[in-house]
C-alpha cells in the first residue's frame, strides 16, 4: 500500500517573515479542507538553486518567489512561460510529476483582476495610464496594461535611464515623462498607477504633485502597508475611484493554489482578513 503524500508548498525569499502569503494560502487549505501546509522559507541567494531542486523531493508541489530571487529563479526553472519571460521575473514555481520546473509570473494578472474588482467601471482603451517607477513591479504591470489594450503608457521614473531601457523593451505604447513633469501628466490620465515603494511604512512619502486628480481617474497603489496610502487618500477626497495594493497580492495567488492544490479559490472579504491577520 502506498501512503498518500500530504502536498506542501511555500515562499522563498529574503527576508521572507513580512509575507502575507501564508496567511492567504493557509487559509484556502482550511476553507477548502486541503491537508496541505504552505511555508515560508528565508533562502540566501547562494543556496537558492540547490533548495529549489531538493524541494520536489521533499513533497512539495511548487512554491512562490518573492524579493530578492524573483529574477534568479529564471535560471533555475527548465521551463519559463512567455510572460515570465517578458517580465523578466518569475514568482510562481510548479514542481511538475515529470520533474521540470515550471516558472511563471502571475503578478500581471493578480493587478489587473484586481483593478478590474475594485474598478469594475474601468475601461482599458478609455485612456492614457500613469505608472510611476520602473522597478521589478513595474514590468509587470506594464506587460498586463498592454495586454489589456491600454492604448498609451506614460512612465515616469526618478531615474529616467531605467525608464528608458523598459520603453525599449515595451515598445511605442510606452513613452516616458521626466519625474518632474508627473503632476502635468497625471492631468490627463485615466489611470494612475504608483509601483514604487514610496508611500509604504518604513519608506519616504511619495512627493508627486497630485492636484489634478479628480472623479475621471481611477488610482491604485501597489504598497499595501498601509492600505490607504498618502496617493490613495488625497485621490479618495479628490472623487477619484480607488484600489489599494492587497488585493493585488490576494489574486496573484489564485493562479498557484489552483495549479498546486487542484481548487480554484475565491478572493472575498474572508481571504482579505486572513491576509490582514
Given at each position: ?25 493557509r487559509?484556502w ?15 540566501g ?9 531538493t524541494l ?29 519571460t ?13 520533474g521540470?520546473?515550471?516558472?511563471d ?16 467601471h ?11 517607477g520602473a ?31 523598459l520603453?525599449?523593451?515595451f ?69 477619484a475611484?480607488?484600489?489599494d ?13 489552483e ?5 480554484r ?13
Amino acid at each position: 500500500m502506498t501512503a498518500r503524500k500530504i502536498p506542501l508548498a511555500g515562499v522563498i525569499g529574503s527576508p521572507v517573515a513580512h509575507s502575507r502569503s501564508p496567511h492567504i494560502h493557509r487559509h484556502w487549505l482550511k476553507a477548502h479542507g486541503i491537508e496541505g501546509y504552505y511555508i515560508p522559507m528565508d533562502v540566501g541567494h547562494d543556496d537558492l538553486a540547490r533548495v529549489i531542486r531538493t524541494l520536489p523531493r521533499m513533497g512539495f508541489v511548487g512554491v512562490n518567489i518573492t524579493i530578492p530571487h524573483k529574477q534568479a529563479v529564471l535560471d533555475v526553472a527548465d521551463q519559463v512561460t512567455d510572460r515570465a519571460t517578458l517580465i523578466g521575473a518569475a514568482n510562481t514555481l510548479i514542481f511538475r510529476k515529470d520533474g521540470k520546473i515550471h516558472a511563471d509570473n502571475t503578478d500581471g494578472y493578480g493587478f489587473i483582476e484586481n483593478l478590474r474588482s475594485g474598478a469594475p467601471h474601468w475601461q482599458p482603451e478609455a485612456g492614457p495610464a500613469v505608472v510611476l517607477g520602473a522597478g521589478g513591479a513595474a514590468r509587470a504591470v506594464l506587460a498586463s496594461l498592454c495586454d489589456a489594450g491600454v492604448p498609451e503608457i506614460l512612465l515616469t521614473n526618478r531615474t529616467r535611464a531605467r525608464a528608458e531601457n523598459l520603453q525599449e523593451e515595451f515598445g511605442k505604447r510606452v513613452q516616458v515623462v521626466d519625474w518632474v513633469q508627473a503632476a502635468n501628466i497625471i492631468d490627463i490620465a485615466h489611470l494612475v498607477v504608483n509601483t514604487t515603494s514610496l508611500g509604504m511604512v518604513g519608506k519616504p512619502e511619495l512627493r508627486v504633485p497630485l492636484d489634478g486628480l479628480g472623479k475621471q481617474h481611477v488610482v491604485t497603489d501597489l504598497v499595501y502597508a498601509p492600505l490607504k496610502t498618502r496617493l490613495l487618500q488625497v485621490a479618495e477626497e479628490a472623487g477619484a475611484t480607488t484600489v489599494d495594493g492587497l488585493g493585488m497580492l490576494l489574486h496573484q495567488a489564485v493562479p498557484a493554489f489552483e495549479r498546486w492544490f487542484g481548487v480554484r479559490p475565491e478572493v472575498d472579504a474572508a481571504t482579505r482578513a486572513a491576509a490582514l491577520e
